[in-house]
């Protein structure tokens, strides 16, 4: 079974940063991408950002220019990094990584808060 190991969320203030970080159990090359999600109460999950195993990324306009997303391949690791936090990045971050085929993995979530 693949597992989705997340770590690195917390608690930091109005323009601070936070690194959040994806392990997987298998080659992060099994998937097709991976990436991640995040959800705050009340709203539907929403992409963040996602990376191809070719390299492309892909961002939700929200996050433009504040967030990157990389990847370790020799540790299986992809990585969030989050500059210029806002109360509004107050979510759960979930890892994704989507197979070729079929539903995607999904990690069990780290909790970002951001105080104002």
């Known amino acids: 079974q693949v597992q989705l190991v997340e770590s690195g969320g917390g608690l930091v203030q109005t323009g601070g940063s936070l690194r959040v970080s994806c392990a997987a159990s298998?080659?992060?090359?099994?998937?097709?991408?991976m990436g991640w999600y995040r959800q705050s109460p009340g709203k539907q999950r929403e992409l963040v950002a996602m990376?191809?195993?070719?390299?492309?990324?892909n961002y939700a306009d929200s996050v433009k220019g504040r967030f990157t997303i990389s990847r370790d391949v020799s540790k299986d690791t992809v990585y969030l990094r989050m500059n210029s936090l806002k109360p509004e990045d107050t979510a759960v971050y979930y890892c994704?990584?989507?197979?070729?085929?079929?539903?995607?993995?999904w990690g069990q979530g780290t909790q970002v808060t951001v105080s104002s």
């Open positions: 298998v080659s992060i090359f099994s998937f097709r991408a």
């Open positions: 994704n990584a989507e197979k070729p085929v079929g539903s995607p993995f």
């Open positions: 990376m191809t195993t070719g390299g492309t990324t």
